[in-house]
């Protein structure tokens, strides 16, 4: 193998600055952040739901445009537009419509259990009192 000394020593050369800058770690810029480029834009998710047909309506239905409802919520401060979004986050869906379902249903159900356990009763007391001891007739001797 005869290859040119000047040729060897440029590979080797290379080769040595590649694998030790392969090593390195990246190069990072950091800096301080703002709150408002930190947290997503709640005053922007707020005024993405008020641009909703429901909403609209709901807000038209007491006596409040849309467009006015906007311009509210741009002028309010950053702490009300968070506890705004807040109360968003936190409020029931459906207007507390399953609350009534399950209100209801507790309502019933003890009162469908007292009825059937009354008519077992009778109906056992009635059996008792005949003199039988199961629920099949009678069979005269």
């Given at each position: 193998m005869n290859t040119n000394p000047k040729l060897r020593l440029l590979v080797a050369r290379v080769l040595i600055a590649t694998t030790t800058s392969a090593c390195l770690p990246p190069h990072a810029h950091a800096g301080l952040?703002?709150?408002e480029a930190a947290i997503p834009g709640n005053r922007d998710r707020i005024l993405v739901l008020l641009d909703r047909a429901d909403i609209s309506a709901q807000l038209e239905a007491r006596g409040v445009?849309?467009?006015d409802a906007k311009a509210r919520i741009a002028a309010l401060s950053d702490a009300e537009v968070a506890q705004l979004s807040a109360a968003i986050d936190n409020a029931p869906a459906?207007?507390?419509g399953e609350l009534l379902f399950y209100g209801v249903l507790l309502l019933l159900l003890p009162l469908i259990a007292i009825a059937l356990v009354a008519k077992g009763v009778?109906?056992?007391g009635?059996?008792?009192a005949e003199g039988r001891t199961s629920d099949a007739p009678a069979?005269?001797?």
């Open positions: 952040i703002s709150t445009s849309p467009s459906g207007a507390r009778l109906h056992v009635k059996a008792i069979i005269a001797p």
